[in-house]
């Protein structure tokens, strides 16, 4: 079983629809939880950085952990055909330079949204 | 305009050929990586450096090398020992200060073995 669980899709929602992508992890030790935004043939870029349970907005993105039930969500409100991508979830168990250098990702769900 | 170079964008190698790939950042980090993606993979680590003229293996070394002489610099080869070098190359870069885990990724270099 991998640490971290994501839906590959692909998933395709029209455009201005609320998007939900989810990872589930089944390491306990983890706190610190990120998305990564990746289109084709690029880079990730970092969306969203959050430490424990709780919920952080900027913008029409949400992140959202549930660390009770290990598992993380991404929203994506407003949806636009430029966010069309894969999006990576990736978490790690403490603070770097204490050894927690190796971040997990998920295998990234490729998402279109259809104008 | 700060941020993290690869290149080449494309490489293609002949099987047995040893090849380097390179990275460079200018936001000034001590913490640079390098990572391969395959498809319906996550990311996985290759190496890490946290200062130069130090670095440690990720999950996946074996077949590749690296070094780390300057504070800018990451150059990752790939060599022939390799076994299934194709792939997909990502070199990422974090700052030290915080103990903030955000990493930061360059364009990435497409690996192609003929």
């Known amino acids: 079983q991998k640490e971290v669980e994501q839906d590959p899709g692909p998933l395709s929602v029209p455009e201005g629809a609320i998007v939900s992508l989810n990872c589930t992890y089944s390491?306990?030790?983890?706190?610190?939880f990120m998305w990564y935004r990746q289109y084709s043939r690029k880079g990730p870029e970092l969306l969203m950085y959050t430490y424990s349970s709780g919920n952080k907005e900027d913008g029409r993105f949400t992140a959202q952990v549930d660390k009770s039930s290990k598992y993380i969500s991404l929203f994506i409100r407003d949806s636009q055909p430029s966010d069309s991508a894969t999006y990576l979830c990736?978490?790690?168990?403490?603070?770097?330079?204490?050894?927690?250098?190796?971040?997990?990702f998920g295998t990234g769900t490729r998402l279109t949204i259809i104008p | 305009d700060g941020g993290i170079t690869q290149s080449p964008k494309y490489l293609f190698r002949k099987e047995g050929q040893n090849v380097t790939l390179s990275c460079e950042q200018n936001?000034?980090?001590?913490?640079m990586y390098w990572y391969r993606q395959d498809p319906g993979q996550g990311l996985r680590l290759i190496y890490y450096s946290q200062i130069v003229n130090d670095f440690q293996k990720g999950d996946i070394a074996e077949g590749y090398s690296v070094s780390r002489e300057k504070k800018e610099s990451f150059p990752l080869t790939v060599t022939s020992a390799q076994k299934n070098p194709t792939a997909f190359y990502l070199c990422?870069?974090?700052?030290?200060?915080?103990?903030?885990?955000?990493?930061?990724f360059g364009p990435g270099t497409r690996l192609t073995v003929l």
């Open positions: 390491n306990s030790a983890f706190q610190y």
């Open positions: 936001l000034n980090h001590d913490a």
């Open positions: 990736a978490m790690n168990a403490g603070r770097a330079n204490f050894g927690n250098e190796k971040l997990t």
């Open positions: 990422a870069s974090r700052t030290t200060s915080g103990g903030y885990n955000e990493q930061f």
